[in-house]
T-cell receptor, first 114, second 111 residues
Framework: DVKVTQSSRYLVKRTGEKVFLECVQD?????MFWYRQDPGLGLRLIYF???????EKGDIPEGYSVSREKKERFSLILESASTNQTSMYLC?????????????FGPGTRLTVT | GDSVTQMEGPVTLSEEAFLTINCTYT??????LFWYVQYPGEGLQLLLK?????DKGSNKGFEATYRKETTSFHLEKGSVQVSDSAVYFC??????????FGTGTSLTVIP
């Protein structure tokens, strides 16, 4: 089974702190994603990566950066956390399935910024 | 661009009731369609999928049929259980490795 793990299930940080969210997948997938999930808004794509050291902005990249130094690990960085970044963060990896892809998700990190 | 629209919730049903959650999509070409489920406090899990028109995905008593003529992928279950209480997301994947999710439908099943 594909396994996607995230470093923390719950995290509380103060405004202005630098925050690292880590994601690891064990199936050698090339593509990895970071989403945030907010009530009524569904999932919004922050960044994705299709290879080591490669990254692409998603729909809401402002205030975030990412790092992918190894294929299995994709990190989301909040350079200076703000209260409007309080959210559920979901990491996913994907595998080709014909012309489309299938995504596998981690358990999520619920981040609270105070 | 591609998009997914699913019925808004929340939906509340009694145990053993019939469930339908509507999902329609807009996409070019021939996308793959998915239903994901999110149990309280957890990430999304793939529930079922369909990769071409008229395919029926099924899992754990849930079914959805890929209808190209109506651009729909409605989720159904004949008899829901309390343990089915969760948020359900419809999604599509097209060429280019982008995923598009609906906003989610919260289901609560009461005994």
């Amino acid at each position: 089974d594909v396994k996607v793990t995230q470093s923390s299930r719950y995290l509380v940080k103060r405004t202005g702190e630098k925050v690292f969210l880590e994601c690891v997948q064990d199936m050698d997938h090339e593509n990895m994603f970071w989403y945030r999930q907010d009530p009524g808004l569904g999932l919004r794509l922050i960044y994705f990566s299709y290879d080591v050291k490669m990254k692409e902005k998603g729909d809401i990249p402002e205030g975030y950066s990412v790092s992918r130094e190894k294929k299995e690990r994709f990190s989301l960085i909040l350079e200076s956390a703000s209260t409007n970044q309080t959210s559920m963060y979901l990491c996913a990896s994907s595998v080709p399935m014909g012309v489309a892809y299938e995504q596998y998700f981690g358990p999520g990190t619920r981040l609270t910024v105070t | 661009g591609d998009s997914v629209t699913q019925m808004e919730g929340p939906v509340t049903l009694s145990e053993e009731a019939f469930l339908t959650i509507n999902c329609t999509y807009t996409a070019t070409g021939y996308p793959s369609l998915f239903w994901y489920v999110q149990y309280p406090g957890e990430g999304l899990q793939l529930l079922l999928k369909a990769t071409k028109a008229d395919d029926k995905g099924s899992n754990k008593g849930f079914e959805a049929t890929y209808r190209k003529e109506t651009t729909s992928f409605h989720l159904e279950k004949g008899s829901v259980q309390v343990s089915d209480s969760a948020v359900y997301f419809c999604a599509l994947s097209n060429t280019g490795n982008q995923f598009y999710f609906g906003t989610g439908t919260s289901l609560t099943v009461i005994p």
